[in-house]
């Protein structure tokens, strides 16, 4: 079978997370800013595609090289094997980035590398005119930083984050990928009650029960490279095999999201519904200061409002002071909150045992972790 260089591209702050996803699935890598690169077999591109919960795509890297002028580029490109990857018919879009490099006319470096593929693939498959690209999709990208090229192409099609349970949401959702990532940079275990007090639209309580039960988040969903010659029939097979061979169905949950707003907690429902969880999670429309803990050993993770817009601020600060106010009863609770306000501790009042610098799309987030003092299970 033969090996690819792989990438799966991270959100900033998260690609050791993403890296430690890329090793249990058994791949050695290397981690970059923004990114994990490895060498795998072509089968690993399902098998990353469907298990991988926090990195946002996984691409093909074609070829890396210096280029400081467009014949560079060309030539360079116009050299490397895309027919080992592009179908005869493939469709082969570019895009691309340039960054601190003498070549920075993006639209002209796409032209470029447009050219070249073309003028490579009617060489390789004996075509007099144009391309047809009337088949699959092979989405090619050409980053330039620092006057090195990577030349890619997009195995996925929609990013990561896309499960296919979102049926609706509010107006600031949390990415998938990063509501997962909060639960896997916690130490807890299914056997744990997990609570997210500001669910919102349930994507933390819905990543936690997949994780729980050890679900493929691409389970429900399609990818780009479906159709590609490239990855044989059998290696889907394999992997959804593998998917339905690890799922742990009969592993019980207790999580529970709850938010102030009801139409919230009725969309965070209709998610878990879609996502097949339906009876798995507990929701409830309630105010932060009546959150009811019960059991021991127990999680809170939360993504509450952050108090950015004029007004919201001391309604964010409320509902920090109230949560603080709420846990002071329970020291075994571990209690992680993502969040953009600078006074989160002073509000919530006790000094995080830990946090972690994150961003949330563009928004620069700290991730408040205070460790609970761990109770004997009976």
């Not at 490239?230 to 339905?244: D, F, H, R, S, T």
Request: hydrophobic share 40%; aromatic share 10%.
């Amino acid at each position: 079978m033969p090996y690819v260089t792989l990438i799966a591209t991270a959100a900033m702050g998260l690609e050791s997370v993403v890296a430690n996803e890329v090793k249990q699935l058994g791949y050695d890598c290397n981690v970059e800013n923004g990114k994990v690169v490895f060498e795998a077999p072509v089968a690993a591109i399902p098998r990353c595609n469907l298990w991988l919960r926090t990195a946002d795509r996984l691409k093909i890297q074609i070829g890396t090289f210096k280029a400081t002028t467009f014949d560079e580029l060309f030539e360079s490109t116009k050299a490397l094997p895309w027919e080992n990857f592009i179908a005869e018919n493939g469709q082969f879009p570019v895009s691309g980035k340039s960054v601190n490099s003498r070549l920075y006319s993006v639209s002209d470096c796409q032209a470029i590398v447009k050219k070249a593929t073309a003028e490579r693939l009617k060489l390789k498959y004996g075509i007099a005119f144009k391309m047809p690209e009337t088949g699959a999709l092979y989405k090619i990208e050409v980053a330039l930083r620092q006057d090195i090229a990577t030349l890619t192409i997009d195995t996925s099609g929609a990013g990561l984050h896309k499960r296919g349970y979102r049926v609706g949401q509010g107006d600031a959702p949390l990415k998938e990928t990063m509501a997962a990532a909060l639960v896997m940079l916690t130490n807890w275990k299914p056997d744990y009650p997990l609570i997210d007090p500001f669910c919102g639209s349930g994507t933390i309580a819905i990543e936690a029960a997949l994780i729980g039960q050890n679900i493929a988040p691409g389970f429900n969903r399609e990818f780009a490279c479906e159709k590609w010659p490239l990855i044989k029939n059998k290696y889907w097979e394999e992997a959804y095999e593998e998917v339905e061979n690890m799922a742990k169905y009969d592993q019980e949950l207790d999580i529970t999201g709850s938010d102030i707003a009801h139409n919230m907690v009725k969309i965070a429902s209709e998610n878990a519904i879609e996502a097949g969880l339906g009876d798995l999670i507990n929701w409830k429309q309630m105010q932060v200061r009546d959150l009811t803990i019960h059991g021991e050993n127990g999680y809170i993770i939360g993504n509450p409002p952050y108090g950015q817009r004029i007004g919201d601020r001391e309604e964010a600060a409320k509902l920090y002071k109230d949560l603080g106010n709420v846990m002071k009863g329970h020291p075994s609770w571990s209690i992680y909150i993502l969040t953009a306000f600078e006074d989160f501790e002073k509000k919530f009042g006790q000094k995080a045992t830990k946090k972690r610098k994150l961003f949330n799309g563009f928004i620069r987030t700290d991730y408040y972790q205070y460790f609970g003092r761990k109770t004997q299970q009976p």
